[in-house]
C-alpha cells in the first residue's frame, strides 16, 4: 500500500515545517502502516502527530464539552453511539428515524487528533451544538493540556489488552485486505510500541485522572458495560448530567437505549454496512463480534502468560485490576 492510499492520518503530507524538524528529533518505529514518532511518552504516525500539536494549540474548551477517551479497539464505537443516545433521548421519545441510522457514531462523534484538526489548530467546530461531544485516542496527560481549568466531562473506556490485541489484528487485516501476522502486533504491544501505545500508559494516565478528579472524569470498563449494561449506561447518563427519570426507568427506556446501541442492531444498520469514513475507512469493520474473552481463540498460552506477567508489572501498586 503506497502512501497515498493511506488513510490521511497514516501519512505525512501534512506537516508543517515546524513538525519535520520536531520528528526529525523523536524516537522512531516502523510498522506495516508507516513511521511511527514518539512525542511526551506516546507513539504517532506522522499526520496523526501534527493533528495532536493542532490540538494542543488551538483547542478552546466550552464548560458543556464532553470527550470520549480510549485506546484504539477498546469500545469507542458503543461509547460513542451510547452517549449520542444519552442527548438524543431528551429531544424525542421516538427511536424510528433515529440520527443513529443516518450516520456511524465516528461521523456523529470526530476525533480531534486525527479529524478535527488534522489539517488546521483552528478548524470550524460551528456545526456543533452545546454540549460539544469530540472523541480522542490520546493519552490523558496529553488530552488535558488544552483543559486545564475546564470543567467539561471526559469518559474513558477500557478493554482487556488481550481482546484489544485481537480486535486490533482484525481490524489490521481488513485494512490491509491481507491477514497481518498476529506476532507483527503481539511483539510492538508488549515492549510498548504502537499507534497511541504504550497501552499501559495510556490506560493509567485516565485511571490516575479519574482517581484525582472523578467528577471530571468518569473511567469504565468494556467488561462491565457487557455484562451490566443497563447500570453502566444510568452511570454514564448520571455522569453526563442527563440522569433517566423513574418514569423512564419504569417504562423501559433504558433497555430500549442499549437495544437501539446493541452491536447486533448497529451492525444491521444500513449506513454502516455501506458507508466509509472521512478518511476511506469503511464503517462495517468496526462492527465484529464484540465479545469478552475472544483472545482465548487467537492467543497462545504463552502470549497471555507474557501479558499477564507486564500487566502485573505495569499495574502494581495503581489500584486498577482486571
Known amino acids: 500500500m503506497n502512501e497515498k492510499e493511506l488513510p490521511p492520518h497514516f501519512r505525512e503530507d501534512n506537516l508543517s515545517e515546524d513538525t519535520k524538524t520536531l520528528i526529525s528529533s523523536l524516537p522512531s518505529y516502523k510498522d506495516s502502516e508507516g513511521n511511527l514518532y514518539n512525542y511526551k511518552g506516546c507513539w504517532y504516525y506522522p499526520n496523526t502527530l501534527q493533528g495532536v500539536l493542532n490540538y494542543e494549540k488551538g483547542f478552546k474548551p466550552q464548560e458543556t464539552d464532553i470527550i470520549l477517551a480510549s485506546f484504539p479497539k477498546s469500545g469507542t464505537t458503543w461509547l460513542k453511539a451510547l452517549t449520542i443516545a444519552l442527548f438524543e433521548r431528551l429531544k424525542t421519545d421516538t427511536y424510528s428515524d433515529h440520527v443513529l441510522q443516518s450516520d456511524n457514531p465516528h461521523g456523529l462523534v470526530p476525533f480531534l487528533e486525527m479529524s478535527l484538526y488534522l489539517k488546521s489548530s483552528t478548524p470550524d467546530l460551528s456545526k456543533f451544538s452545546s454540549p460539544r461531544v469530540f472523541s480522542t485516542h490520546m493519552p490523558f496527560h496529553t488530552l488535558q493540556l488544552p483543559l486545564k481549568g475546564s470543567p467539561c466531562k471526559v469518559v474513558y473506556v477500557c478493554r482487556n489488552v488481550k481482546d484489544v490485541l485481537v480486535s486490533l489484528w482484525y481490524f489490521r487485516s481488513a485494512h490491509l485486505q491481507k491477514e497481518v501476522e498476529m506476532e507483527s502486533l503481539f511483539e510492538p504491544l508488549c515492549k510498548g510500541v504502537g499507534f497511541f501505545g504504550p497501552f499501559w500508559e495510556h490506560v493509567l494516565s485516565y485511571w490516575r485522572g479519574s482517581l484525582e478528579d472523578p467528577k471530571q472524569i468518569l473511567f469504565m470498563r468494556y467488561e462491565e458495560m457487557k455484562s451490566e449494561p443497563t447500570a453502566q449506561v444510568k452511570r454514564l447518563a448520571e455522569f453526563l448530567g442527563c440522569p433517566f427519570t423513574e418514569e423512564e426507568e419504569e417504562d423501559g ?16 444498520m444500513e449506513i454502516n454496512n455501506s458507508g466509509k469514513t472521512f478518511n476511506n475507512v469503511p464503517y462495517s469493520t468496526f462492527f465484529r463480534k464484540g465479545e469478552v474473552g475472544d483472545f482465548k481463540n487467537h492467543l497462545t498460552t504463552e502470549m497471555e502468560n507474557k501479558i ?15
Not at 256 to 266: A, F, G, M, T
Open 253 to 268: 427506556s433504558v433497555d430500549k437505549l442499549v437495544e437501539l446501541c446493541s452491536l447486533r442492531n448497529l451492525s444491521g
Open 308 to 322: 499477564d506477567k507486564i500487566i502485573q508489572e505495569k499495574y502494581n501498586d495503581s489500584g486498577l485490576k482486571f
